[in-house]
């Protein structure tokens, strides 16, 4: 997209992996590798372009090599719409050159190319084609969808870049939001851009050295981790070693010589490994192509890192393709019985596919000599879904075929994480967060942080569904990507079916019951964001913090501090007080007023009534009337043994005791946030006790001295928003009947 290429000799490009093979050869023996189609010359492509237009009835020569590509994929494809694309794009960027002085047109014939060698279908071509043709050129959107369908315009819109003028720094963060948006509904724009983004990689030489390196940063934080996580390694392996060969030019120099010091070796100690494998599956029946597939740049500096001394087994990877699945286990049986496994090195990704598409059963074998090679067993399907990962679906949102099984078409409609591959859970995830982003500089850095967790678990919820989470995910994060910002009431949680605070770490496999307060008005506690990995929950928590100044003003925690003191001195008064009462009496009582001359009036303790709680009375012995709570248990109880009800109304004064009880979870320093959040509500403690922990469980009983009633309410919400506590309630005991 408006990139400027290089000529091949100039000084400044990089060697390339794909350029590795030619100057392997001139410096020193090749090593094995797999046969690829030779690079299209691009001056050679650019002069087939300046012949223009072709005649209706044949092909332009200058897509020849694309259309060779894509009928080796698509045998039958209709080539009418290629033919169409690149006439329209030809003509609009004719006398528009990159700066490498070759005319514009080969970046979009390169850019189809490489999707056509990955098996992209004719829609994505046709758009591939046209990708640049509404960015830099006169044609706009509605000529693109009049003259090739809304399918092509939608996906040249998705990878359409928005102008510098309009959005100034904004641009680049605007146009991957833009773009991901475009993705999440249809994942061929980012196929194209990845496509794109390789050929400018290509062709990065001509430009200056600061601009190499901010282009190739922002290919290595996003447009990698997305090639990753779209399965298209075919891209994100080239891209890395790219990538690699910019910001890295000495440890590139260094692993470059590494693999020419290998390439020089006398023997070949992975070749014969190879050669032993064909063997014994020949001998044992099993038809199966068995490949050496070299070890790209970066790959192989990560494993000197890792190993130091390199092996020449660690150069590549031994790759078997059968037919059926089940050949795969019958390989892997084989190589296990008849060498010497590596059990360490075994994964299963048939029977649990990685997140992006990717099977293939993972094993290594070692020699007596102590070379290790490790084997990748996999069917031809599964590896042409591991090179193109999305590109190889065709068109993912076709109708299904007759061909296909009903179980085929029953699996295309669940809602799982893994199931449709055209909408991932990362996807969904990210674009839920992108909303929520309040800025585009916000949106960028978690961008980056996201795609940064390349690792994925798979939860389940109680209800039976799954939630797809990265690796090191806590339930603060299970909270928020299951309830969004309702998950500000989530007060804990049960891990595999035990009690579990919430900054307890998942891990794969997991089932997790997120237990809900019943106040919608809870809050988040600063305290998540230690424990919170992914943007959605992060995000969230930091705009209720944003919303809620008074959390992060400094005089206003130093406030907190101060109240907190004057809550433990109260509270040490109050009760020494309350010994020496000795009663239930309170300054309270003389706001209830009964329907009997001279009476005493006690609010009684088993329900602690309040204003304006619905109350009645009972009188007792010594001229006293207990006040107490229509639905206190106790009313019941006097009713039944024919004590008369006494009538009874609040007075003009607001003060009141309440008992109240909080359960919640055990976690270090509970009693002080509570002590705090009550001092902070200006309610006095008159006594307070702690029961034993239970299974994890805490029970607090608190009496309170109101000087309004009316503020219960908001006391209690204050109580319940502090962390680990699950529910408060007014205080219900059983006492005897006097």
Sequence with gaps: MSAEATNPASPGAVTPSHKLAASLEQDGPPSPRRRTRPRIDLRRLGRAAFLGSATRDRLPDAIGHVVEAHRAHHPDADLEPLRRAYVL??????????????????????????????????????????????????????????????????????????????????????????????????????????????????????????????????????????????????????????????????EYQHTRQLILDNASRADDPLAEIADEVRVVLRDSGIQAEVLIRPRHFVSLHRAARKRGRLRGSDFGRVLVLVNEDADCYGVLGELHTCMTPVVSEFKDFIAVPKFNLYQSLHTAVARADGQVAEVLIRTHQMHKAAEAGVIALGNPYAPPSEEQTDGDRARADLDGERVDPTRPGWLSRLLDWQEAAPDPDTFWSTLREDLAQDREITVFRADGGSLGLPEGASCVDAAYAQYGEDAHACIGARVNGR????????????????????????????EWLEHAHTPVARIAIQRWLAAHPTQDDPAHASESSADASEAEAARAALDARAAQDGSDESPAAATAVVDQPGATVRLAGCCTPVPPDEVTGFAVRGGVVTVHRVECAGVARMKSTGRAEVGVHWGDTTEARVTLVAESFGRPHLLADLTEAIALEGVAIVSATVEPPSQQRVRHTYTLQLPDAAHLPALMRAMRNVPGVYDVSRAQHHVAVP
């Design 499 to 526: 009690l579990a605070t919430l900054s307890t770490v998942l891990r794969d496999g997991d089932t997790v019951q997120l237990l809900m307060g019943q106040d919608p008005a809870s809050e988040p506690s600063r």
């Design 89 to 250: 794009a030809e003509s609009s960027h004719r006398g528009q050159m990159r700066k490498s002085g070759e005319p514009y047109i080969t970046h979009p014939l390169a850019v189809t190319l490489i999707l056509a060698e990955l098996g992209a279908e004719t829609t994505t071509l046709t758009a591939s084609l046209l990708h640049d043709t509404v960015e830099d050129t006169d044609v706009t959107l509605d000529q693109v969808g009049q003259e090739f369908g809304a399918e092509v315009c939608y996906i040249v819109d998705g990878v359409t870049k928005l102008e510098k003028v309009d959005y100034g720094a904004a641009a680049e963060p605007e146009t991957f939001r833009k773009m991901l948006v475009a993705t999440g509904n249809d994942v061929r724009v980012m196929s194209i851009k990845l496509a794109d983004r390789l050929h400018n990689m290509r062709t990065l030489g001509v430009m200056r050295p600061e601009k190499q390196e901010r282009i190739a940063k922002v290919t290595r934080d996003v447009l990698i981790p997305l090639a990753e996580r779209l399965g298209v390694q075919a891209l994100k392996t080239e891209l890395e070693d790219l990538v690699f060969a910019i910001l890295h030019p000495e």
